[in-house]
């Protein structure tokens, strides 16, 4: 494998890590940053099939 490979995967790692920290410790500030419009686009995505089965 190459150098570049390696150091994307690093980037990855400390990246994921990161993310799993910020979670960890400080909830809050996650949540509205990046799980609240990840849900939101989420909801807006399949309210079309959800509507519909409601009625």
Known sequence: M????YAVLGVLAALAAGLWAWRRF???SFWL????PIT???IRASWRKV???AT
Do not use: E, T
């Open 2 to 5: 190459s150098d570049q490979i």
């Open 26 to 28: 400080h909830y809050r």
């Open 33 to 36: 940053l990046i799980g609240f």
């Open 40 to 42: 939101a686009i989420r």
């Open 51 to 53: 509507a519909s089965a």
